[in-house]
Structures are given as structure tokens and as C-alpha cells.
């Protein structure tokens, strides 16, 4: 490539041979195969119907994939698209230059986040320094630096409730060992370590409370790294839907996924204060006669 436009190395890199490569032998063929396919990122479906191509298919897509891959990290397109959102310390010629390639550069990010990857001892150096932060947190990594023994601390039960354990020195083996293939899964991993503890101890035990600290931790250490690697964060969010309660008088909370009946009250003529009544299955069963009769305290006469 010629002239002085930096960014014109910066382009994906297209194979100018259009002559067929020899298809290699079996082995090697599902070898690279596999690999294209999980650089691919498809659902379970679509993948499997890719696994059931003939061997001249399975090549011909392979040489497709191979011809295309953005030679840049994620973070590189990410800190341009940064620069569009705030251009703060660009040009004018520069922003016009951004703006007029934003289309491709949200292409070539998304190439890079699917061929892109990183290396075993690449990945183990940007993570290890999160494990090793947990592992000198004192006392509060204690109890999650082995595997959890039912036998000794007496827990029985234990693995009927953790149906998937981990802790720390699995997660470092498996980082040692190069089997995590992207940093998402050796995340997953961390935060399923710490989901165990909240599952199985108590809100007020030792454990529990140790476990949340290690969380806050760990939260603060692999934001920048997962930064770093072309994420936008190492944070685990969970839907949590919102809580109903009943109008019965034992004031108790409708469970998730449970029967309850509701009563929409859009007039405000009958005197009440909420926009909506729930009642859970049981005291609305237990409700006589054929009318319901309403209130906004449950304690007091109703409407």
C-alpha cells in the first residue's frame, strides 16, 4: 500500500490470491474447521448445520474466514469510536475523517471481536494479576482458595445445593493451562465461584460477607483489564423482576412465576391510592363471597 495515510495499514488484510488452496488431509481439516467455527460465534443451530457440510463445503469456508481478519484488537476500534462520541483533542480534519468511516470501522470492530484471539500466555498475563488481588485479599479469600470439603466443615448437603463448584486454585489451574479461550470465560468462572457462596451461606454468615467484599474487588480489578482487552467490562448483571406484593391481610410477597390476581384501578373514584391491586393465589382464595372488596391498609376497613 502507498501514501502517507496512516490508517491504510490499519485495513483488514484480503487475500489477493484467488487461486484454491489444496484441501489438507482430514485431520487438519476439521482442526481448522473447529477453529473457524468458533471464531464465528454462532448459535447452536446454525453451527450445527455447518457440521454437517461435506469435507469440499468445510473447506470452502474455511478459506473464506481465513482470507478476512481484522488485524487489529478491539480496543483499537473502540478507542476510535470514543473519539466520535468525544472529540475532545482531535481535529477538525480528523473528527470529518472518523465520521466518514464509522460505518467501517463498527464493521472491522465487529471482524476483530470474532477473529481475534487471544493467546493462552496472553490472556494468563492480563489476568492473572485479578486472581492474584483476590488471593491477597486477608482473611476474606480464605475460604475460597480450595475446593470446598463437605466432610470436614460438616455441610453435607453442599453439593445438592452447588451443583457447579469452583474456587480459587481451580481458576488458576485452568488459567495456568491455557483452557480458557476468552477472558469472558475465566470471568464467568469468578463470578460463578462467588454466586455459590451466596447461594449456599447465609446473609449474615462470615463467608457470605467475605464473599461480597472479594466481589467488590474483583469488580474494581477487571473493569480496566477487560478495557484493556476490547470489552466494555468484567460486571455480571442479573434481571431482577419486580417484587409484588399482595393486598391480603398477611401482607406476604407474590413469588416470581406464580398465580396472582390484579385489579387496575384507573378511576380513583372509589377513594383508593394505588394505580394497581395484586393479590396472591392463596388469600384470594380465601376471600368470601362473590366480591372483593378493596383498600389501600389491609389493617383498616375496606372500600
Known amino acids: 500500500m502507498m501514501g502517507s495515510d496512516h490508517s491504510t495499514h490499519r485495513e483488514l488484510k484480503v487475500s489477493e490470491l484467488n487461486t484454491k488452496t489444496p484441501m489438507p488431509e482430514t485431520t487438519e481439516l476439521e482442526k481448522r474447521f473447529t477453529k473457524v467455527l468458533a471464531s464465528m460465534d454462532l448459535p447452536p443451530d446454525k453451527a450445527k448445520v455447518l457440521k454437517s457440510y461435506e469435507d469440499e463445503k468445510k473447506w470452502e ?63 494468563r ?54 483452557q480458557y479461550q476468552d477472558p469472558w470465560q475465566y470471568v464467568d468462572d469468578v463470578w460463578l465461584m462467588f454466586e455459590n457462596a451466596w447461594l449456599y451461606n447465609r446473609k449474615t454468615s462470615r463467608v457470605y460477607k467475605y464473599c461480597s467484599k472479594l466481589a467488590e474487588v474483583f469488580e474494581q480489578e477487571i473493569d480496566p483489564v477487560m478495557q484493556s482487552l476490547g470489552y466494555c467490562c468484567g460486571r455480571k448483571y442479573v434481571f431482577q423482576p419486580q417484587v409484588l406484593c399482595c393486598y391480603g391481610k398477611q401482607l406476604c410477597t407474590i413469588a416470581r ?11 380513583r373514584s372509589l377513594g383508593l391510592l394505588s394505580d394497581r391491586y395484586h393479590y396472591c393465589e392463596k388469600c384470594f382464595g380465601e376471600i368470601p363471597g362473590e366480591n372483593v372488596t378493596l383498600g389501600d391498609d389491609p389493617s383498616q376497613p375496606t372500600t
Open 61 to 123: 469456508l474455511i478459506c473464506d474466514q481465513e482470507k478476512v481478519v481484522a488485524k487489529e484488537t478491539p480496543g483499537y476500534y473502540i478507542d476510535k469510536i470514543k473519539k466520535l462520541i468525544d472529540p475532545a483533542g482531535t481535529t477538525k480534519r480528523q473528527r470529518k475523517k472518523l465520521i466518514d468511516h464509522s460505518t467501517q470501522i463498527v464493521r472491522e470492530l465487529e471482524i476483530s471481536l470474532r477473529t481475534n484471539h487471544i493467546q493462552p500466555d496472553e490472556l
Open 125 to 178: 498475563q492480563a489476568l492473572m494479576p485479578t486472581l492474584e488481588k483476590l488471593y491477597k485479599q486477608d482473611p476474606e479469600s480464605l475460604p475460597f482458595r480450595q475446593p470446598v470439603d463437605p466432610s470436614f466443615l460438616q455441610i453435607p448437603d453442599y453439593f445438592q445445593i452447588v451443583t457447579n463448584p469452583i474456587d480459587l486454585s481451580t481458576i488458576k489451574r485452568k488459567l495456568d493451562t491455557g
Open 257 to 267: 412465576d406464580s398465580i396472582y390476581w390484579s385489579y387496575q384501578n384507573s378511576s
